[in-house]
């Protein structure tokens, strides 16, 4: 039975009487195993199992605990019990009782208060103060309703005192939101648990016990969920420093004020560590205890064997340093898969991906998009392949997209046109054309002159004399072709010149520099960069665009620091690109932010970029965020280690020519004097 293998302080929470009951399970202390040991119990004691409600915060989770106690039960009985997340249990409720509700997903719902948000014309109103946009309010509207209690206006006011006099235009926006959603049977995914709270249907949900999985994550919303179902026991299960999720409206009061909320509450601690051996223990104890104390607590060690220290990787440069971790982890006797690099922020995880990468070893990265699938990066990567292969037809088609009015067909039409220009060669088809006759794109239309009809062919490279084209470029048979726009054709001259200027060379440093420095290259970041700072409503963001740029920028620099390690442009093409496909599959080394590490444990674990306003971020931690909460997510981060922990910081970037000073978390770990 599933009691059988728990220990003393697991089995006093697992067989505790009905009630009020938390339970702090620290990282590593078999919070799953208490868990189904409880509900092993209830069903044991006779609680009908259709009495039960697990909540976690992951299907996944909630899967795993029902499959273990199938073990021990019959299919029959586990089935019965009530499993899941808190929005896919409600979402069953609320189709028994309104089937025709229809679940939207976010992206659909903004979609629709963008539509009601569009008919206010706020430049019209004359205020002083600029209007949020509607992307931003919705944000907004649903972070309330997951933190607050209190009316929108109210919440929203005391975050945001100078909209005021637009708080009236923002009010009657959502309303028309909230009747427009009503009128079509629309449900958000905090309607779920709002509409089972408010409307009262919870009047025949009874339980004997209601089990909360992560109840450190609960936001004020789920709680008074809970509330309002008032089951006859409640079991609760978490660690309030691993409380990591403010920043999505998670209440760490909830877990804070459990007692004085709950007269004759019990309180139970799991201390028992059985996932990292002393020394990690000892490490993270000596930080996570300067938080202020909820409930007392010490980690203890559960498990026996070798122990190795902490080690602290001190670089003087940020890419030496991920080279450097690249490096031990080439060395490295554990598994790819059972090797973790975490990471505050995403942009650390470009650095540690394209080393990896370099040095040959597979990475899953979790949490963040791959530095290689960056749009800006697959450009620079396909110019580059362009020139081992001139074939590739795919890297031809992405490059000449990026150019307005030019789609995928129409770029492999282009293609076409310059591989037959160059006789089967299309970097010779681009620079210095055989052939000026223009090709039969589509023999099916007009067998005698393919695809471009002889009014259209004749004279048509005149459309672009008052564009200033190079002389060369005015020449050139694929001006001719009907479908090249004035865009299309300055791209075109772009690409030429960076391919003039790369002739016969086969540095992969010096091509991506000249690229990176080409006019075609700025084309690419000034669409991009606009792309990823345009607003829901259609206007750009100055300051997001500049914020864009900057990463492209950032991106490209340190593709080009890798190039420099290469002297044939074949090796680094087969490296970067041609790899690409081999190291992304199958196993790998797991890139994870700290959010995305939680709940897992790895063998052997990187917590990189260990320096002061990268981790802890204080950027952030002036937006609402506080120093406890990095602290919470240090501890998450170096708890994840089984055997080996490697805790690493540089002390510049010699890209934005920035010092750093060691984070404050390594001071406090007793790593570095302070």
């Not at 309703?145 to 209190?150: E, F, G, I, L, R």
């Not at 307005?404 to 970097?427: D, I, M, P, R, Y």
Request: charged share 25%; glycine share 6%; net charge positive.
């Amino acid at each position: 039975m599933p009691l059988s293998s728990l220990n003393e302080e697991q089995n006093s929470a697992a067989t505790t009487k009905l009630g009020r009951n938390l339970v702090i399970a620290s990282a590593g202390t078999g919070k799953t195993s208490t868990i189904v040991g409880r509900i092993a119990y209830l069903l044991k004691s006779g609680v009908e199992p259709s009495k039960i409600l697990l909540l976690t915060f992951t299907n996944k989770a909630s899967g795993e605990m029902i499959a273990r106690l199938e073990k021990y039960f019959p299919k029959s009985i586990v089935s019965k019990i009530e499993s899941g997340t808190f929005h896919a249990v409600s979402y069953r409720w609320l189709k028994k009782r309104y089937p025709h509700i229809s679940l939207k997903q976010p992206s659909e719902l903004k979609t629709l208060f963008k539509s009601v948000y569009e008919k206010r014309n706020f430049k019209r109103l004359n205020f002083d103060i600029e209007a949020f946009s509607s992307i931003f309010l919705y944000d907004q509207y649903s972070l309330y309703q997951n933190a607050s209690m209190d009316t929108f206006d109210s919440w929203f006011l005391e975050k945001y005192e100078e909209h005021e006099p637009l708080m009236d235009i923002y009010m009657h926006i959502i309303e028309e939101f909230e009747a427009e959603k009503k009128l079509y049977n629309f449900a958000s995914f905090n309607d779920l648990l709002l509409w089972i709270r408010d409307d009262l249907i919870t009047d025949n949900i009874l339980f004997d016990e209601v089990l909360v999985d992560e109840y450190q994550d609960t936001n004020t919303l789920q709680i008074s969920l809970i509330d309002t179902l008032n089951p006859k026991s409640l079991f609760c299960v978490g660690d309030y420093d691993q409380s990591i999720y403010a920043f999505n409206g998670a209440n760490i009061e909830n877990i804070s004020t459990f007692t004085t909320r709950y007269e004759g509450a019990e309180v139970f601690t799991l201390k028992t560590n059985y996932r990292s051996t002393a020394s990690i223990l000892s490490l993270a104890n000596r930080v996570i205890e300067r938080n202020e104390r909820i409930y007392p607590k010490k980690l203890e060690v559960g498990r026996t064997g070798k122990s190795y220290p902490p080690v602290l990787l001190n670089y003087n440069e940020l890419f030496e340093q991920y080279k450097g971790i690249a490096s031990k982890i080439h060395k490295s006797f554990a598994p790819n898969d059972d090797i973790a690099v975490i990471f505050r922020n995403n942009s650390s995880a470009d650095g540690i991906e394209a080393s990896l990468r370099e040095a040959g070893i597979p990475c899953r990265r979790k949490g963040g998009k791959s530095f290689f699938e960056a749009r800006e990066i697959k450009f620079l990567l396909d110019l580059v392949s362009l020139l081992v292969n001139p074939k590739d037809m795919m890297a031809f088609i992405h490059i000449f997209e990026f150019a307005k009015g030019v789609g995928s067909a129409l770029s492999k039409e282009f293609f076409q046109c310059l591989t037959h220009f160059g006789n089967n060669n299309l970097l010779k088809g681009a620079l210095s054309p055989k052939i000026f006759t223009l090709p039969k794109l589509n023999p099916n239309k007009n067998t005698q002159l393919g695809l471009f009809d002889d009014d259209l062919e004749i004279g048509s490279a005149s459309r672009f004399i008052s564009l200033g084209l190079d002389s060369n470029i005015m020449k050139h048979p694929l001006l001719k072709h009907p479908r090249l726009n004035k865009d299309g054709a300055v791209f075109f001259e772009e690409y030429s010149k960076f391919l003039k200027s790369v002739q016969n060379c086969k540095s992969p440093s010096i091509i991506l520099n000249r690229a990176i420095s080409s006019t075609l290259y700025k084309m690419v970041i000034d669409l991009l960069s606009t792309q990823r700072a345009q607003l829901k409503s259609g206007k750009i963001d100055k300051k997001r665009k500049e914020i864009s740029e900057e990463r492209i920028n950032r991106k490209a620099k340190l593709l080009l620091e890798l190039g420099t390690h290469y002297n044939d442009l074949d090796r680094f093409v087969n490296a970067m690109v041609l790899g690409g496909s081999e190291l992304s599959e199958g196993n790998g080394v797991n890139l994870l932010t700290v959010h995305a590490s939680k709940g897992l444990e790895f063998r052997e674990v990187y917590v990189v970029d260990l320096m002061d306003n990268r981790f802890p971020n204080r950027k952030l931690m002036s937006r609402g965020g506080s120093i406890e909460e990095e602290r919470r997510l240090f501890y998450v981060a170096v708890t994840r280690a089984k055997d080996k922990l490697f805790l690493s910081m540089a002390r510049e970037d010699i890209i934005k020519k920035l010092n750093f000073e060691p984070s404050p978390f390594l001071i406090e770990a007793g790593l570095i004097g302070s």
